[in-house]
């Protein structure tokens, strides 16, 4: 198969009771995600974390209630970080895991508003990472501390009533592969080494999408597989 473009799977509101079934899935495939903690969720399925962890899945920071940072003060925003930060290292102890590196994604993509300087010099202060986005195209490197993306599978639309199905997902698979294709026709033939990651993808760890969408997240994995990307093992920048 040919190769279209690499990329660091991580996946958003972990963990849920259907966690492991997902994190088998992506072991079979040799699939290294980084999985965002949703803090409330990971207090409530702490074993499922920990399952994550012994099967080489990276547990980070999503925030402890997944708000929208921008409607928080500076002092409530850092809240939402240590709460989660305090139990992702207790998880991460119980499992006798070590954490590889910290890293933070803010829910909604939201980086604060007015207080997002002070919130980025604080994950700073804190010792949080950035994505390593050295082999990104220069229109997708993020040059601050928390995580992006570059492709987002949206699959949390898919809701009963909201006319948005995996349907709408494979357009927008479809409109990325086309654009993968038409900024280097010659990448199709020399990507099959190439680390790390040109690309960031989201998907999200929703049992509501599951209702609506059962094994959702397993074909949608396998349709980028199918279109030639290739999920490589995330890293940090040093």
């Known amino acids: 198969m040919n190769f279209l473009t690499t990329s660091y799977l991580t996946i958003d509101d972990v ?33 499922q974390a920990v399952y994550a962890l012994h099967h080489g899945a990276i547990l980070q920071n999503h925030s ?25 290292e ?33 994950l700073a202060e804190q010792g949080f990472c950035a994505i390593d986005d050295s082999n990104f195209a220069e229109e ?14 949206q699959e949390y639309n898919i809701r009963p009533n909201s006319g948005f199905t995996a349907e709408n997902v494979k357009k927008l698979v479809d409109g990325f592969v086309a654009k993968m294709q038409a900024r280097d026709k010659g990448r199709l033939e020399k990507l099959s080494d190439k680390v790390p990651a040109e690309n960031l993808f989201l998907i999200h760890d929703h049992l509501e999408t599951e209702e609506c969408c059962p094994g959702y997240f397993e074909a949608q994995i396998k349709m980028m597989e199918n279109a030639g990307v290739v999920f490589v093992p995330p890293k940090a920048k040093a």
């Not at 940072?69 to 992702?88: D, G, H, V, W």
């Open 64 to 88: 402890w209630t997944h708000p929208h940072f921008s409607e928080l003060t500076l002092e409530q925003a850092k809240e939402e970080i240590f709460k989660t930060e305090e139990l992702l």
């Open 140 to 153: 997708d490197k993020f040059n601050h501390r928390d995580v992006l993306w570059t492709f987002d599978y």
């Open 15 to 47: 963990p849920t009771v259907r966690t492991p079934s997902i994190i088998d899935f992506l072991e079979q495939r040799n699939i290294v995600p980084v999985m965002f903690c949703w803090g409330t969720r990971l207090e409530e399925n702490v074993e």
């Open 90 to 122: 207790k998880v991460y102890e119980k499992a006798g895991v070590q954490r590889p590196y910290k890293l933070f994604r803010f829910p909604y993509g939201d980086q604060g508003g007015a207080i997002r300087e002070e919130l980025q010099n604080f």
